[in-house]
């Protein structure tokens, strides 16, 4: 499954509800404002890096770029741009979207 | 009215939201509605305040706007009778099963995650 | 691969519309079909013709005409969320005795059925929205 989070995890809950269903093996990417999620050196990071032992987390180039936070993107996320959305999506069996 | 052509999907409709402050639990219900003539596999999961659509007791008189939450018993008339609802939300309300106005399955996280995890559709509300 | 979209959420308002566009066209761009795009909710404001932002915006609204014109793209408009928010098309705004209508090119407005029908047609559905 591929779950994309399109919210701050200063503002709600979503990341963390999402990262409670994720299974082993599945891929969140954060977009939009959820990209907020994959920065370093914040009260979130922590709970980002554990799940990175079990699910790949992916944040998206151009909603980073446009936050001006993408040089602080968290070790071991992988960004990719609407292409490689694209593939992820292809890639895993199905998306759900927590908003 | 399906033009389904037998193909048999699994659907799950994801409702993390509270009734009446915004649209989108009455407009997913309507969705809901809709597919059970397309004889597809669906079900229905309340997390965080999507919960709060199922509680009983709510009377919208004040607000004039239309109380659906009768609507949920009526589901299981459309033969949709999955309906998941998250234990931890409910839990974290202060809510048990008897708070709510329809017949559900509570589930637990890791279940909720392997009923995700085998969906072919997951539409989120 | 045939894709599903569904858009939740209003030009301008929210980011989900603008996601789902430049997600559609990277679809597209890799040989893959858009099965359907469908609007929901306040989605279905992407779909008024009489939108006018400023010059130096995207015109969002057009952008997605301009899309579907060029793939040849299914843009289907919730017709129960259409009506409540005022987008008609020419037929709907007649039955329902209103004087204009407001459906940008490219875009059909049509019932919910079609949103579960692109679910089960599409190997792949993505929602956005909020």
Same mark, same amino acid.
């Not at chain 1, 079990?54 to 180039?61: D, F, K, P």
């Not at chain 2, 009734?19 to 219900?29: H, I, K, M, N, R």
């Not at chain 2, 659906?68 to 939300?89: H, M, N, Q, W």
């Given at each position: 499954? #591929?779950?994309?989070?399109? %919210?701050?995890?200063?503002?709600?809950? @979503?990341? %963390?509800?999402? #990262?409670?269903?994720? %299974?082993?093996?599945?891929?969140? #990417?954060?977009?939009? =404002?959820?990209?907020?999620?994959?920065?370093?050196?914040?009260?979130?990071?922590?709970?980002? @890096?554990?799940?990175?032992?079990?699910?790949?987390?992916?944040? #998206?180039?151009?909603?980073? =770029?446009?936050?001006?936070?993408?040089?602080?993107?968290?070790?071991?996320? %992988?960004?990719?741009?609407?292409?490689?959305?694209? =593939?992820?999506?292809?890639?895993?069996?199905?998306?759900?979207?927590?908003? | 009215?399906?033009?389904?052509?037998?193909?048999?999907?699994?659907?799950?409709?994801?409702?993390?939201?509270?009734?009446?402050?915004?649209?989108?639990?009455?407009?997913?219900?309507?969705?809901?509605? +809709?597919?059970?003539?397309?004889?597809?596999?669906?079900?229905?999961?309340?997390?965080?305040?999507?919960?709060?659509?199922?509680?009983?007791?709510?009377?919208?008189?004040?607000?004039?706007?239309?109380?659906?939450?009768?609507?949920?018993?009526?589901?299981?008339?459309?033969? +949709?009778?999955?309906?998941?609802?998250?234990?931890?939300?409910?839990?974290?309300?202060?809510?048990?099963?008897?708070?709510?106005?329809?017949?559900?399955?509570?589930?637990?996280?890791?279940?909720?995650?392997?009923?995700?995890?085998?969906?072919?559709?997951?539409?989120?509300? | 691969?045939?894709?599903?979209?569904?858009?939740?959420?209003?030009?301008?308002?929210? &980011?989900?519309?603008?996601?789902?566009?430049?997600?559609?066209?990277?679809?597209? $761009?890799?040989?893959?079909?858009?099965?359907?795009?469908?609007?929901?909710?306040? !989605?279905?404001?992407?779909?008024?013709?009489?939108?006018?932002?400023?010059?130096?915006?995207?015109?969002?609204?057009? /952008?997605?005409?301009? *899309?579907? $014109?060029?793939?040849?793209?299914?843009?289907?408009?919730?017709?129960?969320?259409?009506?409540? /928010?005022? *987008?008609?098309?020419?037929?709907? $705004?007649?039955?329902? !005795?209103?004087?204009?209508?407001?459906?940008?090119?490219?875009? /059909?407005?049509?019932? *919910?059925? &079609?949103?579960?029908?692109?679910?089960? &047609?599409?190997?792949?559905?993505?929602?956005?929205?909020?």
């Amino acid at each position: 499954m #591929l779950h994309t989070v399109n %919210k701050s995890p200063f503002e709600r809950n @979503t990341l %963390k509800t999402c #990262l409670a269903h994720a %299974k082993p093996g599945s891929a969140v #990417l954060l977009i939009e =404002d959820g990209v907020y999620a994959a920065l370093s050196g914040t009260a979130h990071s922590d709970m980002v @890096t554990q799940a990175m032992a079990q699910v790949s987390v992916y944040a #998206l180039g151009p909603d980073l =770029d446009a936050r001006g936070v993408a040089n602080r993107v968290l070790n071991g996320i %992988k960004v990719v741009d609407y292409a490689g959305f694209v =593939d992820l999506a292809i890639e895993h069996p199905a998306t759900q979207s927590w908003l | 009215m399906s033009d389904a052509g037998g193909v048999v999907k699994k659907f799950m409709f994801v409702n993390r939201k509270a009734p009446y402050g915004t649209v989108y639990a009455l407009e997913s219900l309507e969705v809901v509605l +809709i597919s059970a003539a397309f004889d597809q596999d669906v079900s229905l999961a309340f997390l965080d305040d999507g919960v709060y659509e199922l509680t009983k007791g709510q009377s919208t008189k004040g607000l004039e706007m239309k109380n659906f939450s009768p609507t949920y018993r009526a589901l299981e008339g459309y033969d +949709i009778e999955k309906l998941y609802v998250a234990r931890e939300s409910l839990e974290e309300r202060g809510l048990s099963e008897d708070d709510l106005l329809v017949d559900v399955q509570v589930v637990s996280c890791a279940e909720m995650a392997d009923l995700m995890a085998e969906q072919d559709v997951v539409l989120s509300f | 691969m045939k894709f599903g979209i569904m858009v939740n959420e209003g030009p301008y308002q929210h &980011q989900a519309s603008d996601t789902a566009y430049q997600f559609a066209k990277a679809v597209l $761009a890799k040989g893959h079909e858009v099965y359907r795009v469908f609007f929901y909710h306040d !989605g279905v404001n992407n779909g008024t013709r009489l939108t006018v932002p400023p010059q130096d915006d995207r015109n969002i609204v057009t /952008r997605w005409s301009e *899309l579907a $014109a060029k793939h040849n793209l299914d843009l289907v408009v919730c017709v129960a969320a259409a009506q409540r /928010r005022g *987008l008609l098309d020419e037929s709907e $705004a007649k039955r329902h !005795g209103r004087d204009a209508n407001n459906i940008a090119a490219g875009f /059909r407005i049509s019932g *919910l059925g &079609q949103l579960v029908e692109a679910g089960i &047609q599409a190997d792949r559905m993505v929602v956005f929205g909020d």
